[in-house]
């Protein structure tokens, strides 16, 4: 299979397309929500964790060997170990990717978006200041290029330093792009800030841009339950499962309103539900404990 090269792609582009392919497997955990009886007492945003959608065929032998073919022929085009990199990166071999960005990095100390997919594959490994340090590097070659502004913000926001990660997001958002994180991002920062209104406008405005997303939906949703809008809430926290039924905060989200509706026993079940999907989510684990009496606990 032929490779095609993709310097300008944004972050990890597979090698056979030149179009964008930022599709990240996102967890954006939505906020733990207390209840004083049946009144929503506060909320807090838990923090979200971006994962590379893994996908083994990008490295099985046959793919990896027609890329390799491809640089054997090429040994100093910088493109082709930044395509091989995010092959590496989309099937979880992160220091193989590191290894092929190293090199197209060494061949275009200019190549700012492998600078962006190192610094991506760095926060997968759990190593947030050299994914900031490849961010800021990106950026000082190119900076308007949003793919490194919403990386390092998405950093900073999970981070706790909100202001520079809005003003990262806002940047991003003022420069006219067309990545819905970017204000989904922003919005989730309105939201800590308790600024719903425009968290709500941002969510919808990621929805717009990314409408097979759960997690614009989960944001917006919470930001309806913080101003007491809980139809719209509802119907928000119903489509993100439909979106995607496997995350545990979405089911949380709906017991939360079956809960402030009285209904414990759907509360249970969804809160439980939750929890087989995430043993380790407190915020089901709590909406269970709390909603265990009602007769969903009898089943």
Aim: hydrophobic content about 35%; proline content about 5%.
């Amino acid at each position: 299979m032929a490779a095609t090269t993709a310097a300008n792609s944004p972050e990890l582009p597979t090698p056979e397309t030149r179009q964008t392919n930022r599709r990240l497997q996102v967890r954006i955990a939505g906020p733990m929500l207390l209840l004083s009886g049946l009144l929503l007492a506060g909320c807090e945003t838990t923090t979200s964790t971006d994962l590379i959608r893994l996908d083994r065929a990008q490295g099985s032998e046959q793919n990896i060997a027609s890329l390799s073919s491809v640089i054997q022929a090429n040994p100093q085009d910088p493109e082709g170990y930044n395509v091989r990199g995010a092959a590496y990166g989309r099937s979880g071999e992160f220091k193989r990717a590191v290894d092929d960005f190293n090199r197209a990095i060494q061949l275009n100390p200019r190549f700012f978006q492998a600078y962006a997919n190192r610094a991506l594959v760095y926060r997968n490994m759990g190593k947030p200041a050299e994914a900031v340090n490849d961010y800021n590097t990106a950026l000082q070659i190119n900076p308007n290029y949003d793919v490194a502004l919403i990386g390092r913000g998405n950093i900073y926001r999970q981070a706790g330093r909100i202001n520079e990660a809005f003003n990262d997001f806002d940047r991003a958002i003022q420069q006219d792009t067309t990545d819905g994180r970017a204000w989904h991002g922003r919005g989730l920062i309105y939201q800590v800030r308790g600024q719903h209104a425009q968290a709500i406008e941002d969510f919808s405005k990621a929805i717009s841009l990314s409408p097979g997303s759960p997690e614009p939906y989960n944001g917006r949703g919470v930001s309806y339950v913080a101003l007491n809008n809980d139809d719209n809430a509802f119907a928000d926290f119903n489509h993100a499962i439909e979106l995607n039924d496997k995350i545990a905060e979405s089911w949380a989200n709906q017991a939360l309103v079956y809960e402030r509706r009285g209904d414990k026993a759907r509360a249970y079940k969804s809160y439980n539900h939750a929890v087989r999907l995430d043993p380790n989510y407190k915020p089901a684990q709590d909406g269970a404990a709390r909603t265990r009496s009602g007769p969903a606990a009898a089943g």
